[in-house]
């Protein structure tokens, strides 16, 4: 199993990147998917969820209308839109798979069943 995300950087305050996380050796189509981001010295937090069927989304309070999580099952591809970054943004995402979305599964992010490796997103002026 593989889940290797992509697309990290540093960006200033106000501004956008879009994370891709491109999944392999397990049937993609079959899993819910999970953003986590880990800050230096603090807590793994989920950030999104989605399912697998793309209807439905969860997003943790502090994301909520700044960040877009998408999936193109076709190419076994998470994606996460995230805009009008803040520094407190900045930490290192992972893309994990799980069983079921649910709200309690952004709070809780342990119940992931395949972890990736993550991408920085550094957000500076």
């Known amino acids: 199993v593989q889940l290797q995300a992509s697309g990290g950087g540093l960006v200033r305050p106000g501004g956008s990147l879009r994370l891709s996380c491109a999944a392999s050796g397990f049937t993609f189509s079959t899993y819910d998917m999970i953003w986590v981001r880990q800050a230096p010295g603090k807590e793994r937090e989920g950030v999104s969820c989605?399912?697998?069927?793309?209807?439905?989304?969860h997003y943790v309070d502090s994301v909520n209308g700044r960040f877009t999580v998408s999936r193109a099952s076709a190419r076994n591809t998470t994606y996460l839109q995230m805009n009008n970054l803040k520094s407190e943004d900045t930490a290192v995402y992972y893309c994990a798979a799980i069983k079921w979305c649910l709200e309690s599964d952004v709070a809780d992010p342990s119940v992931a069943v395949y972890w990736g490796q993550g991408t920085q997103v550094t957000v500076s002026s």
């Open positions: 989605i399912n697998s069927f793309d209807r439905i989304r």
